[in-house]
């Protein structure tokens, strides 16, 4: 079984922390991605990497940074965190283009 | 119109019952389809992917329909953990990694 493991289920921190979300694989995937989850808007894309090094921005990628220096690590960075940042955040990882993408249990982020 | 559409119900159906969804999606190029279970407060979890001849893994059966542009998911039987909120997920194109979300369909199963 595929197994994404990110480093924390809740997480509260304050506005203007530097805050890091971490996220690791164990299937040796090639692409990984960074999802939020808010109500009634669904799962929107943050940032993906198809390999080490590389990413490519989503959908959303304004106040975030990624970090790939591993193939089984994937860390989201909020470099100044805001109250708009609060979500519920979901890292995946997949084999390879129109396969099926395997999810993390999510972190609940909450900035105050 | 939304990429992908998905009525957001609720669904409130008794167990036993059977029960079907549809999703909508606007790019005919689309690819690859996928139906994900969400409990509440947890991650997506992979259900089924959607064959283009369809496919069924026990009391699920996934469709697609290309010429109308949807895809279904139909339950059997159901039982009372089958409620979940599932969310259709489209591949907009071979070789891309844009997958689009619906918003999800909830179910609840009722005794």
């Known amino acids: 079984d595929v197994k994404v493991t990110q480093s924390s289920r809740y997480l509260v921190k304050r506005t203007g922390e530097k805050v890091f979300l971490e996220c690791v694989q164990d299937m040796d995937h090639e692409n990984m991605f960074w999802y939020r989850q808010d109500p009634g808007l669904g799962l929107r894309l943050i940032y993906f990497?198809?390999?080490?090094?590389?990413?490519e921005k989503g959908d959303i990628p304004e106040g975030y940074s990624v970090s790939r220096e591993k193939k089984e690590r994937f860390s989201l960075i909020l470099e100044s965190a805001s109250t708009n940042q609060t979500s519920m955040y979901l890292c995946?990882?997949?084999?390879?283009?129109?396969?099926?993408?395997?999810f993390g249990d999510g972190t609940r982020l909450s900035i105050l | 119109r939304k990429e992908v559409e998905q009525d957001p119900g609720p669904f409130n159906v008794p167990e036993g019952a059977t029960v079907a969804f549809n999703c909508t999606y606007s790019n005919s190029a689309s690819q690859s389809f996928f139906w994900y279970r969400q409990d509440c407060r947890k991650e997506p979890k992979l259900l089924m992917s959607?064959?283009?001849s369809g496919n069924e893994d026990g009391r699920f059966t996934a469709q697609l329909n290309r010429a109308s542009q949807y895809i279904s998911l139909l339950i059997r039987d159901s039982k009372l953990s089958d409620s979940a909120t599932y969310l259709c997920?489209?591949?907009?194109?071979?070789?891309?990694?844009?997958?689009?979300f619906g918003t999800g369909t909830r179910l609840k199963v009722l005794a």
């Open positions: 995946a990882s997949n084999k390879g283009p129109a396969r099926p993408q395997h």
């Open positions: 959607v064959y283009s």
């Open positions: 990497s198809y390999d080490v090094k590389m990413k």
């Open positions: 997920v489209v591949n907009e194109m071979s070789g891309t990694y844009k997958y689009i």
